[in-house]
């Protein structure tokens, strides 16, 4: 956890509840961590800081950057990050749970099908993303246009 002096520490205590309670009334997936670069530099605080919150809380591999480790999570949820958007760019199912952003996602984005401010909402989209491949993700939620594979490669 990152503390700015704002409610997103708040924010994110929030969604690791939620994240928790889905895991616990679905016990074949596992909650892993992605842990912020800030984060990584007192790591045993911030292990003890999870820990204390749950046992099943999983941590991605500290050594690598975040952006080298997609294929780890089938679905990721984020409050709100670039790696979001840099996840569904490759091709990676992804949800965002952006508390307290009042004008995000804007009117009409394409990424309005994969944001919900609503606890329920956000278990019921997570769910559905488990349960399907990434092009069936992908197509339902009108984002496979906006993957790496539909822009065109220019060589020389």
Known sequence: ???LNDNAYLNEQGLIKVLLEFIDANKRYKLIVFL????KKNLEATKNYYNSLSENIEFADVNLPNSEQFF????AV???STLAYERLFWGFKTLIYPLEKEHF???NSI???VCTKVEVQLKEKLMTALEM???????????SNYRYSNYPVFSN
């Open 1 to 3: 956890h990152v503390n």
């Open 36 to 39: 912020h670069p800030l984060e």
């Open 72 to 75: 780890n999570a089938d679905v």
């Open 78 to 80: 984020t409050l709100f």
């Open 105 to 107: 996602p804007i009117k």
């Open 111 to 113: 990424f309005n099908s």
């Open 133 to 143: 491949d990434a092009e069936t993700f992908f197509e339902s939620n009108g984002l």
